[in-house]
């Protein structure tokens, strides 16, 4: 059984950071594929990120790239989601996901991530 417990969400001003935590337990993650997702609210659930266990390439949307940072901590099992220059257009509740697929690539589509957590809130004020 795999759990993804995330923290670290709040209230921050527009071009303000944040850092998310996604602490994963209860299985060998070595070939997952971590990703982080979000939803506004009356908005699909969206792809921001994703991070490969083994190797730790990275994905990222478009909409954060160049201002979110994916990494992990192989130790304590943990995936990070660095947020600086926040917009309030990056308000959601952020999802940390993992995809078990042992494939060599990252997916974007939320129906390929097989466990998920609970969610964090984000909310960027203007």
């Known amino acids: 059984q795999v759990r993804l417990v995330e923290s670290g969400g709040g209230l921050v001003q527009a071009g303000g950071s944040l850092r998310l935590s996604c602490a994963a337990s209860?299985?060998?993650?070595?070939?997952?594929?971590m990703g982080w997702f979000r939803q506004a609210p009356g908005k699909e659930r969206e792809f921001v990120g994703a991070?490969?266990?083994?190797?730790?390439?990275?994905k990222y949307a478009d909409s954060v790239k160049g201002r979110f940072t994916i990494s992990k901590d192989n130790l304590k099992n943990t995936v990070y989601l660095q947020m600086n220059s926040l917009k309030p257009e990056d308000t959601a509740v952020y999802y940390c996901?993992?995809?078990?697929?042992?494939?060599?690539?990252?997916?974007?589509?939320?129906?390929?991530?097989?466990?998920w957590g609970q969610g964090t809130q984000v909310t960027v004020s203007s």
């Open positions: 996901a993992a995809d078990r697929t042992p494939i060599n690539v990252i997916r974007t589509s939320r129906v390929a991530y097989e466990n």
């Open positions: 209860g299985r060998t993650f070595s070939n997952y594929i």
């Open positions: 991070i490969r266990w083994s190797g730790g390439s990275t």
